[in-house]
T-cell receptor, first 115, second 112 residues
Framework: GAVVSQHPSWVICKSGTSVKIECRSL??????MFWYRQFPKQSLMLMAT?????????EQGVEKDKFLINHASLTLSTLTVTSAHPEDSSFYIC???????????FGDGTRLSIL | SQKIEQNSEALNIQEGKTATLTCNYT??????LQWYRQDPGRGPVFLLL?????KEKRKERLKVTFDTTLKQSLFHITASQPADSATYLCAPGDSSASKIIFGSGTRLSIRP
């Protein structure tokens, strides 16, 4: 299956800091990537669909100015959590897909802890 | 609104038995349904995809069924092993978009 690399795997920072998370598709060009958030003992919640060369599509209730997504190339999407606060502490995971009816391939996630 | 329910939050099974997990959906007519496995602190790993015109799909010890009348998918692991212990997620999807929405997940524990 596709290999997806996510970096960093763990971030601890102070409240008010902005944090950037990278998601790379290593073995195919991905026009679409997805960003999810997962709180402890809960399922993955889709935050947004990242579209190469255009604006991301955010799910209802997700603040686009808070969670900035940039998908400038076919192999890289970034998620920036701006002015992070303790309630933003979570497990953030990206995925890539080759299209509808196709499996998604996930990165290993980034655990974000805001003090 | 669309709703996806996995029947139990946790399931404990004796090694060697068949584990059966349930995924029910409402207000939705997915074109396909996927099952993923997630281990603690890791991203989900794709297991199987079944399309609406398929009743059943198998892969080694795994079997998935898809009943569009009952709006339900069943996921079976036969001859279960402790290494099968993980959280299993179902994710229906439609043919017009790549995005999928995950169910709440079932945490499966296989005891030796």
């Amino acid at each position: 299956g596709a290999v997806v690399s996510q970096h960093p795997s763990w971030v601890i920072c102070k409240s008010g800091t902005s944090v950037k998370i990278e998601c790379r598709s290593l073995d195919f060009q991905a026009t679409t990537m997805f960003w999810y958030r997962q709180f402890p003992k809960q399922s993955l919640m889709l935050m947004a669909t990242s579209n190469e060369g255009s604006k991301a599509t955010y799910e209802q209730g997700v603040e686009k100015d808070k969670f900035l997504i940039n998908h400038a190339s076919l192999t890289l999407s970034t998620l920036t959590v701006t002015s992070a606060h303790p309630e933003d502490s979570s497990f953030y995971i990206c995925s890539v897909s080759q299209g509808p009816n196709q499996p998604q391939h996930f990165g290993d996630g980034t655990r974000l802890s805001i003090l | 609104s669309q709703k996806i329910e996995q029947n139990s939050e946790a399931l404990n099974i004796q090694e060697g038995k068949t584990a059966t997990l349930t995924c029910n959906y409402t207000n939705y007519s997915p074109a396909y349904l996927q099952w993923y496995r997630q281990d603690p602190g890791r991203g989900p790993v794709f297991l199987l995809l079944i399309r609406e015109n398929e009743k059943e799909k198998r892969k080694e010890r795994l079997k998935v069924t898809f009943d569009t009348t009952l709006k339900q998918s069943l996921f079976h692991i036969t001859a279960s092993q402790p290494a099968d212990s993980a959280t299993y997620l179902c994710a229906p999807g439609d043919s017009s978009a790549s995005k999928i929405i995950f169910g709440s997940g079932t945490r499966l524990s296989i005891r030796p």
